[in-house]
T-cell receptor
Framework: KQEVTQIPAALSVPEGENLVLNCSFT??????LQWFRQDPGKGLTSLLL?????REQTSGRLNASLDKSSGRSTLYIAASQPGDSATYLC??????????FGKGTMLLVSP | DAGVIQSPRHEVTEMGQEVTLRCKPI?????LFWYRQTMMRGLELLIY????????DSGMPEDRFSAKMPNASFSTLKIQPSEPRDSAVYFC?????????????FGPGTRLTVL
């Protein structure tokens, strides 16, 4: 059974810092990996999707990398802003259509 | 597009009562997923449908939970009878086969409190 772990569980940084969120998964036979953002009281919004054949994806200040063989992914956020404060979830898709989620990293960026 | 629509947004009920959560997926999406989110267990898949047919309900916690998708634009998740441990946020998500993205689109969720 696939298990997804995210470290750290919570992170607090001052505005402007670059930061890295970590995700690890136990079964490397994945179809793709996604990073989602969840704001309090809201649903999830997909940020980046990396196919199993890819190494990284970039969107604006966000960069996600994937090392499938070691079962790891990182989400890099450059020049963090207070608006980046949210919970970030990592999810992997196996051979079927379902996603397995980590419990998330709660990020607080203070002005 | 209005996105995935869920109702109600909040539900407070007493133990033993029947609860029905509703979801309208994005038009044209052929997959629909029901998730439950709690602090302890995170986000868990309960059941998913493809073309209105239930494909995998192995995540449904017990017989008190049931889900239906009578047509491509509507799904329900029913809990009968409800228990305090069912208190959680329930999300519906939908996805379209093909295209250049595999992304699931989530609704805003229903926060259920069972007293």
């Amino acid at each position: 059974k696939q298990e997804v772990t995210q470290i750290p569980a919570a992170l607090s940084v001052p505005e402007g810092e670059n930061l890295v969120l970590n995700c690890s998964f136990t079964d490397s036979a994945i179809y793709n990996l996604q990073w989602f953002r969840q704001d309090p009281g809201k649903g999830l919004t997909s940020l980046l999707l990396i196919q199993s054949s890819q190494r990284e994806q970039t969107s604006g200040r966000l960069n996600a990398s994937l090392d499938k063989s070691s079962g790891r992914s990182t989400l890099y956020i450059a020049a963090s802003q207070p608006g980046d404060s949210a919970t970030y979830l990592c999810a992997v898709r196996g051979g079927y259509s379902t996603l397995t989620f980590g419990k998330g990293t709660m990020l607080l960026v203070s002005p | 597009d209005a996105g995935v629509i869920q109702s109600p947004r909040h539900e407070v009920t007493e133990m033993g009562q029947e609860v029905t959560l509703r979801c309208k997926p994005i038009s044209g999406h052929d997959y629909l997923f029901w998730y439950r989110q709690t602090m302890m267990r995170g986000l868990e898949l309960l059941i998913y449908f493809n073309n209105n047919v239930p494909i995998d309900d192995s995540g449904m916690p017990e017989d008190r939970f049931s889900a239906k998708m009578p047509n491509a634009s509507f799904s329900t998740l029913k809990i009968q009878p409800s228990e305090p441990r069912d208190s959680a946020v329930y999300f519906c998500a939908s996805r379209r086969t093909g295209g250049n993205t595999d992304t699931q689109y989530f609704g805003p969720g229903t926060r259920l409190t069972v007293l």
